[in-house]
């Protein structure tokens, strides 16, 4: 089959398809013919050479894909056949990829089989940060950073649907109200706007009770300041650095939490629980319209190094897809 990989780490450039050998579907495995793989952060630096391969996974990048069942290991419910998507530990930018059952969701209703890519990584990110990690209830404020992004666009959308009321942030202004058409309350332009005065402004100076945040190091200082008492801020992100300095003080005085989640690397049967409650409580979400995915482009896989500059443009809202 064919494959997409940097062999050198390096820039764009040096993703480079190559014939690999075909996998086979092993016990309690599910071999997917991918119909198209969602494009991802962690796909940069693991091209970069930041970011390797959890031990077991392809060499290759690649945490999600839409396709459909082509084979099945022993023990596996699902037929031949069947459309599927897939949360991946890596290897989704090839023509098939290997999955352990329990991270495989049928295609969800009213979403075709190739945006239906742009969402097993999303979704399953946000269920078991905002909701299992965090734990934000109906009618509590969050600040989701990176609101045009893979993950912000469905974080919007998704606290949305949950009861919660959304304060976003987003370079520019199109983009930032093409974050308020997706649900938000409340968009700020980071470029020119101060994020915890508008969170403080929206929320009649209580603060947020939860920040989502892809950045880091460099919002650490802020989004403790935009938190109200007893607030969560959750870190899946270091775009902007790994190391701050923690105000101690104002963590006692508000009484909040600090937490990091991540997921590619959590074992299987962790993914597999996330998955099922994404089965469970996510689907019929985006069944109804109020979880769709956002595609800015559907490239071919042999044009994975082009997806790969477009992510580093600044100009993707929502999800670059690769199909093979």
């Known amino acids: 089959m064919i494959a997409v990989s940097a062999n050198i780490p390096g820039g764009p450039q040096a993703l480079v398809a190559t014939e690999v050998p075909d996998p086979v579907a092993g016990p309690g495995e599910v071999l997917v013919e991918v119909v198209a793989a969602g494009v991802n952060n962690a796909d940069v630096l693991q091209r970069e050479g930041r970011y390797p391969p959890p031990p077991g996974a392809p060499a290759w990048p690649g945490l999600e894909v839409s396709g459909v069942v082509a084979d099945v290991g022993p023990g596996v419910s699902w037929a031949v056949g069947d459309p599927v998507v897939a949360l991946l ?50 009618g509590e404020w969050v600040l989701v950073h990176g609101g045009s992004g893979g993950i912000g666009t469905v974080a919007i959308q998704l606290a949305r649907a949950l009861g919660a009321r959304v304060v976003t942030t987003a370079g520019g202004p199109e983009r930032v109200a093409r974050c308020l058409a997706l649900g938000a309350d409340v968009a700020v332009d980071h470029r020119s706007q101060d994020f915890v005065a508008a969170a403080m402004d929206a929320t009649d100076g209580r603060g947020v009770d939860v920040v989502l945040d892809v950045v880091g190091a ?107």
């Not at 409580?281 to 044009?303: F, K, N």
């Open 89 to 138: 530990a890596g290897g989704g930018y090839a023509t098939h990829v290997v999955v352990p059952a329990g991270q495989v969701l049928p295609l969800p209703d009213g979403v075709t089989p190739v945006d239906a890519a742009a969402l097993p990584e999303a979704v399953c990110t946000l269920w078991s940060t905002l909701v299992d990690a965090a734990g934000l209830r109906a």
């Open 218 to 324: 460099a919002y650490l200082e802020a989004n403790l300041r935009a938190l109200a008492t007893g607030g969560r801020l959750a870190v899946i992100g270091m775009q902007k650095g790994r190391r701050a300095e923690l105000d101690l003080g104002v963590l006692l005085a508000k009484r909040a939490t600090v937490l990091g989640t991540t997921l590619r690397s959590r074992p299987a049967p962790q993914k597999a629980a996330i998955v099922a409650s994404v089965r469970e409580h996510v689907w019929p979400l985006v069944a109804d319209g109020r979880v769709r995915p956002v595609v800015h482009a559907r490239l071919p896989l042999t044009r994975a190094a082009q997806a790969h500059e477009l992510m580093a443009s600044g100009e993707v809202f929502g999800k670059v897809l690769l199909l093979p």
